[in-house]
């Protein structure tokens, strides 16, 4: 299952005008502007995550537009116990865990002996094509930073994970 790069630039529009409008404008029209902010944690709009996520995640864009060749920032909030197959996106992804615990396992099939735990604080860069999956333990918050269009692309075709 792959979403179309206009699906997720509609989706990831929709939800960057809503973070942006609560707020307010970070930005200047100035050429030498060169930062920006995130709205304060309890000011983040949370929507649902893209249709190729699984059902229960929730997604916030922080910066950037996902659905173009730039730079982008997200968030991921994902219940306990909340599954992502075995994936792969065309760049680096890189993420940070924010909240809760991201275990996270390498390679083209999902291994739960092979998962690795990430808590608060802990990072991992996953390199472009690199097949992999996660679960979460207690609710966890990730922010995921990366250069679009982004895409995900599930190693099997209809989503399902492939235990061993």
Known sequence: MRISPLALA?????????TQASAGDNTSNSPNA????A?????????????????????AVLQGDPGKAEPFT????LPNGYKLPPHTHPTT????????TLLAGMGPQAVE???RAYPRDGFISIPANHAHYVEARGLT??????????ALTYV?????AVQQ
């Open 113 to 115: 002996s092979a998962l």
């Open 156 to 160: 099997n075709p209809d989503g399902s």
């Open 74 to 77: 997200v968030r991921l909030r």
């Open 39 to 59: 709205p304060a944690r309890d000011e983040i709009h949370w929507g649902p995550a893209p249709a190729v996520f699984p059902k229960g995640a929730e997604f």
């Open 10 to 18: 509609a989706i990831a529009a929709a939800l960057c005008a809503c």
């Open 141 to 150: 918050v990730v922010q995921v930073h990366a250069i679009g269009p982004f």
């Open 93 to 100: 992804e890189n993420v940070t865990v924010l909240e809760g």
């Open 34 to 37: 060169a930062a920006s902010a």
